[in-house]
């Protein structure tokens, strides 16, 4: 008889799948709670996929529950922080073009 070989789980993949603590969760839920609609749907479908969390799931806050998806979760809000930053830097240069530009017609008008 010959049995497969099954290798032991590494140290950080216990650790990643360890269950979060209660206020860790709380906390979690909460932030998610808090989100806007646009960027809450937009994590449910990247956690759903990235999870295999079936569409017959009414809501994925059940499947929450390990450090692996806390870490995930905190992943996704950097990489869009990221993306927001930039889309905030453009629409200051952008607020502060169209100051510039109404100033200087302000300006001109008075001159005339």
Do not use: Y
Request: glycine share 0%.
């Amino acid at each position: 008889m010959t049995t497969a070989w099954t290798p032991l789980p590494s140290a950080s993949t216990e650790a990643s799948q360890a269950a979060l603590n209660p206020e860790t969760n709380q906390h979690l839920h909460n932030t998610l709670r808090a989100l806007p609609r646009p960027l809450l749907e937009s994590l449910t479908r990247a956690f759903r996929k990235r999870f295999q969390v079936p569409d017959t799931a009414v809501t994925i806050a059940d499947r929450i529950n390990q450090k692996c998806h806390h870490d995930w979760i905190e992943a996704f809000f950097v990489s869009h922080r990221e993306v927001r930053s930039a889309e905030q830097h453009r629409e200051v240069r952008s607020a502060e073009q169209h100051r510039e530009v109404r100033s200087a017609e302000q300006h001109q008008g008075a001159s005339t």
